[in-house]
C-alpha cells in the first residue's frame, strides 16, 4: 500500500514553456501532498505543502506565481512550471499523506520524481 | 545552523562492516524521526522510523537520543546493495497528518567487495 505515482518522469522543455507535473495517490486518501525540488548534490527542498480543496502553503522563497499548485481531489495534485528557465532545472518530487481507512498515515510516501531539464 | 545536520560521507566501508551514521537537530519541540535512502536520482524511501527506546530491524538499528537532539542509524554486516545516500528526517509539525518533514543532507554510504 501507500503508492504515489508521478508523471512524467521526465520533461525536456525550451525556455519560457510551462510544464505540468501530476502526483497520485493510487492507494489511498491524499489530504496533504507535498512538493519538493532536489538539485544534485543537495538535500531535498520543501517547496510548498497542500491540503485537498485549498490554496497551497509555499515556503520562504518559493514564488507561488511561478510554481502553480492545485490539489482539487484526495488522490491528485498537480505542479505548474510556468515560463520556466534553465535554473528551474531540477528533480521535482511529490510526496502524500492522510488516510488509509481510518487510519491516519505516519509519515509521507513519495513519488518517483520528475526530472525536469529546461533548455 | 541547520535544522537537521548529517555528515556528508562518503563512508566507503568493505562488505561485512558495520558502519554508523549521525543527525543532530535543531528543534527541541520535533515530534517523530526518521531514515529514509535515496539511491541516486531516485526519490527517498522509508528506511525505518526512530523512537526513544531505539528500533532495529534486521541488520539496520535506529536510535534517538531527545535530550541530546541526537539521531543515529547503524548498519551491521553492510551488503553491496547498501550503497546508498542515507537521509536523516525530522518532523517539525504536529502528530496528525499535516506534518513538515525536514531532510538533512545526507550521508553517502560506499560499500565494496
Known amino acids: 500500500g501507500a503508492v504515489v505515482s508521478q508523471h512524467p518522469s521526465w520533461v525536456i522543455c525550451k525556455s519560457g514553456t510551462s510544464v505540468k507535473i501530476e502526483c497520485r495517490s493510487l492507494d489511498f486518501q491524499a489530504t496533504t501532498m507535498f512538493w519538493y525540488r532536489q538539485f544534485p548534490k543537495q538535500s531535498l527542498m520543501l517547496m510548498a505543502t497542500s491540503n485537498e480543496g485549498s490554496k497551497a502553503t509555499y515556503e520562504q522563497g518559493v514564488e507561488k506565481d511561478k510554481f502553480l499548485i492545485n490539489h482539487a481531489s484526495l488522490t491528485l495534485s498537480t505542479l505548474t512550471v510556468t515560463s520556466a528557465h534553465p535554473e528551474d532545472s531540477s528533480f521535482y518530487i511529490c510526496?502524500?499523506?492522510?488516510?488509509?481507512?481510518?487510519?491516519?498515515?505516519?509519515?509521507?510516501?513519495f513519488g518517483p520524481g520528475t526530472r525536469l531539464t529546461v533548455l | 545552523r541547520k535544522e537537521v545536520e548529517q555528515d556528508p560521507g562518503p563512508f566507503n566501508v568493505p562488505e561485512g562492516a558495520t558502519v554508523a551514521f549521525n543527525c543532530t537537530y535543531s528543534?527541541?519541540?520535533?515530534?517523530?524521526f526518521f531514515w529514509y535512502r535515496q539511491d541516486c536520482r531516485k526519490e527517498p524511501k522509508l528506511l525505518m522510523s526512530v523512537y526513544s527506546s531505539g528500533n532495529e530491524d534486521g541488520r539496520f538499528t535506529a536510535q534517538l537520543n531527545r535530550a541530546s537532539q541526537y539521531i543515529s542509524l547503524l548498519i551491521r554486516d553492510s551488503k553491496l546493495s547498501d550503497s546508498a545516500t542515507y537521509l536523516c528526517?525530522?518532523?517539525?509539525?504536529?502528530?496528525?497528518?499535516?506534518?513538515?518533514?525536514?531532510f538533512g543532507s545526507g550521508t553517502r554510504l560506499l560499500v565494496r567487495p
Open positions: 510526496s502524500a499523506t492522510g488516510t488509509s481507512g481510518r487510519r491516519y498515515m505516519d509519515t509521507q510516501y
Open positions: 528543534n527541541s519541540a520535533s515530534q517523530s
Open positions: 528526517v525530522v518532523n517539525m509539525g504536529g502528530m496528525d497528518s499535516s506534518y513538515k518533514l525536514i
